[in-house]
């Protein structure tokens, strides 16, 4: 059987979300190629008048596109660009990102589920960006979102799994996708996660400030994989004292 | 009328759809709030504009 997971009806075979923040246009279609992403997210702001190149032109066909609201402080703010984003015409998707403060761009948890309540009122497909708070969870899951997306560690830090013992308890106690975003900065970073049991990676950083993107977005790919992988076939176990690998009879001269 | 913020004088009463273009948008690419309100796409060539409007116009960029 193929190894996939959904969000709301739809069905998802790669484990790798892209964000396109921070990468040139030009370089998108290859990051995107090599992440083998399926799912893609963009930012909604003002149009500047005159026009400026169209990132939807520099994505590939099919790649779902997966809005955020950043820019938002509060539920009803989200709400507002999360319609907005709907009208440019690219479905139903959200990531849900309630933010009030520059400094750790931490979310903002109480507003993040009010606002995922009201989405999934109105149709949308609601992916909350969260800080790995398991009541909140459970609440974001009562007010039907699709999945959950804890963060690492703050946005573009590079840093992590800082959280890694929380967003395990999530995926233990949470009956939805466990999405790690933010903070994830190395393929092995990844790698780990998956182990550990979350559904899918979201990251941008790591790859949009890599030496070599496209040979970036290709490692994390393969970091996921190897986790996903690893996280199947079910880890080894653990002990605190040496067990042999070889034979302990037979040596010579015994 | 007020864009994005930014003031502009409406010469004479036109459609949204040849306002947007007439700034030079892809229309197809942005979606727009007129006076709070979004206006479906469908309707932004009867939709007529005034000088005491207020748009808001935006579109995708690059984000995470």
């Given at each position: ?15 790798f ?135 690492g ?7 992590g799994l ?18 790690v975003?933010?903070?994830i900065g190395r393929p092995s970073q990844a790698c780990e996660a998956m ?6 990676i979201?990251a941008?950083?790591a ?12 490692a994390f790919r393969?970091g996921i994989?190897a986790g ?27 | ?64």
């Amino acid at each position: 059987m193929e190894d996939t997971f959904k969000l709301g009806s739809h069905t998802f075979k790669s484990r790798f979300i892209l964000g396109s923040g921070k990468f040139s246009l030009d370089i998108i279609n290859a990051a995107v190629q090599e992440a083998g992403a399926e799912i893609i997210t963009l930012a909604l702001r003002r149009a500047n008048i005159g026009g400026i190149a169209n990132i939807l032109d520099y994505i590939p066909k099919g790649v779902t596109i997966l809005p955020n609201t950043s820019g938002a402080r509060n539920a009803d703010e989200a709400l507002r660009i999360a319609r907005l984003a709907r009208e440019c015409g690219c479905g139903d998707f959200v990531k849900v990102e309630v933010i009030h403060e520059s400094k750790y761009l931490l979310p903002d948890n109480y507003q993040t589920a009010k606002a995922t309540e009201m989405m999934a009122k109105e149709g949308f497909i609601v992916l909350p960006y969260m800080y790995p708070d398991l009541n909140a969870a459970r609440d974001m899951a009562n007010a039907g979102a699709a999945a959950v997306m804890p963060l690492g560690a703050p946005i573009g830090t590079n840093k992590g799994l800082v959280t890694k013992e929380f967003i395990q308890i999530l995926v233990d106690e949470i009956d939805l996708p466990i999405i790690v975003d933010a903070g994830i900065g190395r393929p092995s970073q990844a790698c780990e996660a998956m182990e550990m049991g979350v559904a899918a990676i979201m990251a941008n950083t790591a790859i949009a400030t890599a030496g070599d993107v496209p040979a970036m977005a290709r490692a994390f790919r393969q970091g996921i994989e190897a986790g996903r992988t690893a996280y199947l076939a079910g880890l080894g176990r653990i002990k605190d004292k040496a067990d042999a690998s070889s034979p302990l009879t037979g040596f010579l001269d015994e | 009328m007020k864009v994005n913020g930014k003031i502009i004088s409406l010469e004479k009463p036109v459609s949204l759809h040849e306002f947007l273009e007439g700034l030079g948008y892809t229309v197809s690419h942005v979606a727009v709030e007129k006076n709070g309100d979004i206006i479906p796409r469908a309707q932004f060539s009867a939709v007529m504009l005034n000088d005491e409007d207020s748009l808001e116009i935006v579109c995708f960029v690059g984000g995470g």
